[in-house]
């Protein structure tokens, strides 16, 4: 919410209401009332919506990916991002040695 509410000095309220029933519109409340903290609201969003096309244009829902879960397999993921840097030097080394 940082940016789109309290932009100036004076303090800023945000009043958020909601005619929806549905299990997951009360969590999505239940988070905004809970927190101020916005990486927490982001986490929230994240598993509630889902992260959407990592190369498309759909914003929620789930990727096709066949395993893994991008939220809960962060550490995995940067371990793998690791790995793929370590081969990207190596491999660019190999071609600065040939020349």
Do not use: Y
């Amino acid at each position: 919410m940082r940016g789109r509410i309290g932009r100036g000095a004076h303090e800023s309220f945000c009043i958020l209401i909601s005619d929806a029933k549905t299990p997951d519109s009360i969590e999505r409340l239940q988070v905004l009332a809970g927190t101020n903290d916005g990486f927490k609201i982001a986490e929230a969003d994240l598993q509630l919506r889902g992260p959407g096309e990592l190369l498309g244009q759909q914003q929620s829902g789930l990727p096709p990916l066949r395993f893994g879960e991008l939220a809960e397999d962060l550490n995995l993921i940067k371990q793998a991002r690791e790995l793929v840097k370590l081969q990207l030097d190596a491999a660019a080394k190999s071609v600065n040695l040939k020349s």
